[in-house]
């Protein structure tokens, strides 16, 4: 078993091929069905630019439909009465017997947490983050698939918001189930003490001096070794202007993954994040020296742990291509996630929110000026082999004014005569004593072989600012 490795697709999959008894702990924060499309935006807010070229990113959509899939994921574990969520689903059938988003996200659910306890060591622990929406639920899966006796603990994590509802109570928390796989389990109540507020830390400080001097203040709240935490937790969410923040929707602050990790782990141990987003449960078990293995089922947020959260270590990636036909069965098997990962191969660009009807567009970047005056670039990818129709289109969407520049990405590199003349019809754009042609051609081939666009700087999509260096195909190989 490979570890300190991320893991590109369903992580129902990658599990499966894990070993038995091999993980410490898993920790996932999978999405809440929350009915909400989660966005990274960047523009009129973070770099320029407004109206209908506001690009949009989004890193997972967090909606679930009724459909055949549901259906036959929800009849196997009817009909499979040894299956650990065998009864909850059956319940959940009650409640839902004609279906409903529901019930698809609960039978999703319920399908990759019944992979866990085979995974777990019998000391092992596993922590499932939820919000309300589906908490209740979620937590009669945990107990069909965990046992009720192994249940924990339910703990709150409090933090601070803007806003408030005008009839409702202000919504400042999520939940976190705590399971163990048998009574054997393993926690580090020292290493998880206290916690207090600076004010409370210095009343502490004075305390433990008057009583060196040989003061008596009686009886004291106060444990040395710090206070036993309690199942609510007051951990603020990342700030607006924290270096923590990689702009990651619904992404989790650091403090909050060490805690759990350093409970529930000793450093040697296996971490496991089936959802692992951002990647900071991977942060938090790296800092803590643990072993980790991270799992996500977007390429994008893949991109986002390699390239900013874990960027400078020479992490391994598995079924993100590696190569040229990689690359070409990876469009073939999937080729919305290809066209995400393509446009992403250009440090600045991001894929478009839409990717059914989506205007012949399938990423977006900002050409950075220095000012908040930036210029719009559109990309298009094409997987299979395009067609001089294909790339006239895409000009024609350039020379009507949508963008400043067209990058125009396929998988093999694409030079003829007729590629050269719309190239030189689509004209250039000047930035300062520089011209780019309008019309630029890229290919996968070119990116393996750690060769770039001729592009103006680019803005970064989640601050705006001038893009820095970035890690480049021929210093870190894909996948390795």
């Known amino acids: 078993m490979k570890k300190n490795i991320l893991y590109y697709g369903d992580c129902l999959e990658v599990m499966e091929g894990l070993p038995d008894n091999s993980v410490d702990l898993i920790y996932l924060d999978p999405p809440f069905n929350s009915k909400a499309d989660y966005n990274i935006l960047f523009g009129a807010r973070q770099g320029g630019g407004d109206g209908d070229d506001l690009a949009q990113l989004t890193a997972f959509t967090d909606t679930w439909e009724w459909d055949e899939k549901a259906a036959l994921r929800v009849e196997m574990m009817t009909r499979a009465v040894s299956h650990p969520a065998h009864r909850a689903i059956r319940a959940f059938g009650e409640l839902y017997p004609d279906g409903s988003g529901m019930f698809s996200y609960l039978s999703y659910m319920a399908e990759r947490i019944a992979m866990m306890p085979r995974l777990l060591k019998d000391t092992g622990s596993v922590y499932l983050h939820c919000d309300p929406t589906a908490s209740h639920y979620l937590k009669i899966v945990m107990d069909s698939v965990f046992g009720a006796k192994n249940f924990r603990n339910e703990i ?26 048998g009574d054997d389990y393993l926690f580090n109540l020292d290493a998880v003490r206290g916690d207090y507020a600076p004010a409370t830390k210095a009343r502490f400080r004075h305390y433990i001096g008057n009583v060196r001097k040989g003061g008596d203040y009686g009886e004291q709240s106060l444990n040395p070794k710090g206070k036993h935490p309690d199942d609510w937790w007051a951990i603020q969410p990342i700030a607006p202007s924290s270096k923590e923040r990689l702009g990651y929707p619904t992404q989790k602050p650091l403090a909050l993954l060490e805690r759990i990790v350093q409970a529930s782990s000793n450093p040697g141990g296996l971490v496991l994040d089936p959802f692992c987003g951002c990647g900071t449960t991977i942060e938090a078990a790296h800092l803590l020296k643990r072993d980790w293995i991270g799992i996500d089922i977007s390429a994008y947020a893949i991109e986002v742990v390699r390239r900013e959260r874990m960027r400078d270590l020479n992490i391994s990636i598995a079924g993100i291509p590696k190569d040229l036909k990689g690359a070409a069965d990876f469009a073939k098997r999937n080729p919305f996630d290809f066209e995400k990962w393509a446009v992403t191969r250009i440090p600045g660009f991001a894929p478009n929110k839409a990717q059914r ?12 000026q220095g000012d908040k005056n930036h210029s719009l670039c559109i990309a298009q990818v094409k997987g299979g082999a395009p067609g001089i ?56 081939a070119e990116y393996f072989e750690g060769a770039e666009p001729k592009l103006p700087a680019l803005a970064h999509p989640r601050t705006g600012e001038a893009m820095q260096a970035e890690i480049r195909p021929h210093q870190t190989p894909p996948g390795n």
């Not at 400043?404 to 754009?429: D, H, N, R, Y």
Request: hydrophobic fraction near 40%.
């Open 357 to 368: 009807g989506d205007g012949g567009i399938d990423g977006r970047a900002r050409i950075f």
């Open 156 to 181: 709150v994590w409090c933090y601070r918001g803007a806003g408030y509802p005008k009839k409702d109570f202000g919504r400042r928390h999520d939940i976190i189930f705590r399971y163990t796989a």
């Open 389 to 444: 129709d294909s790339l006239r289109a895409f000009s024609s969407i350039i020379a009507g004014g949508a963008a400043a520049i067209g990058v125009f990405i396929t998988l093999e590199k694409w030079e003829t005569p007729s590629v050269k003349k719309c190239i030189s019809q689509a004209g250039t754009f000047k930035r300062g004593e520089t011209k780019f042609n309008r019309l630029v051609m890229y290919s996968i």
